[in-house]
């Protein structure tokens, strides 16, 4: 017999309906149900379902006629906590989009909901498994290059007038950038150098008077095993880049997401140039797979494969950031 992963979505704008298209060409999963509060967004989605998955405008109604095996939800993300507290306490798994949560008290509560419930709470820290980082992340693992030791970010980008979308305009509901952006950058780190031990930040808004938190953010971050983490981050930089380097005892890796190219640079050997479209192209993408794995983990096949504790841990990494530019001194983790 032919079994299916029953999912709902929650949230259906822009990462909502990539999430609804990556699992639409899924065969192990059944779209069985959307909601979304935008009428428009809604019927969006659904026109795109063949399947003519139920409709909603509310998520409790949708849990509570639904017999969902999974609740994908992709609202912006100071919705995250109530929304998927609400889809465990209904006794349903649940994929929760990066942030996790806009502070560590809301990723707490979503976390004790999954474990007094017994269901299983996955986060889209997805970046891990796209491309050019998955490579790098599986390079820097393999021991090839030795032990890594620094990694250094720099992510920026020119006024971005929110991408359209009000609620990034707001510290309160878009948790500032280093929430909305760079959860996916302090993921990466921690893949590499492990848990944070300390961080010391300064931020500011100086250009970007749309929004009312920091436009650029210099962040330090020192890692329990002595590496060093060095993130900046803008959205007041008309030039925009986005550049990787980790530092490793044998090797260097340079990556430019702009200009689509990955440097590796070996002791004793020439530099190696890779395009990012050669960066194993048969890979399967990023979405598919975040997807793919929380369908395989609401049929028991194994336990979530990004669990609600490393959410945790990069929430807790932006929010001792912020307390650092705030206070104007380095901040300890884990923040009590
Ligand atoms: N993983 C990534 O790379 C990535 C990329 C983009 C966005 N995101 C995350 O995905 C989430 C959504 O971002 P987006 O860009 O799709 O935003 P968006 O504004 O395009 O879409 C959000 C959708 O949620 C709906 N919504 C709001 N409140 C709702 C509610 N109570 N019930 C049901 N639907 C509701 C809105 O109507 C909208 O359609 C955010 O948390 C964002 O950080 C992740």
Redesign the pocket.
Known sequence: MDVKARLGF???????GDLLEQARGNPKIEVAAL????PV?LDKAARSCVNKPAQYNN?RVMLAKEKLDGVVV????H??AA?SIDALDAGVNTFC???MGLSVAQCEAMLAAAQRNGKALMI?Q?LRYIGVYRYVLELTRSGELGKPFAVRIIRTMGLWGSWG?P?RLKRETCGGMLL?INA?EIDFMRCILGEAASVSATGNRFNNLENDYEDLIFAQIVFANGGMGSLTAAACDYMGRYTGEVFCEKGTIYYDSVAKTLHVQRDGTEKEVVAYDDVHPEWENGVYREIREFAETCMGEHPATIPGEEGLRNVEIAEACYQSIREGRPVSLPLK
Do not use: F
Request: hydrophobic share 40%; with cysteine.
């Open positions: 929650v949230g259906l704008g822009t990462m909502g909601c979304d509060i935008e967004a998520h992709a609202v912006p993300q919705l995250h929304i989009e990066k942030p889209g997805v979308r609620w909305e996916h």
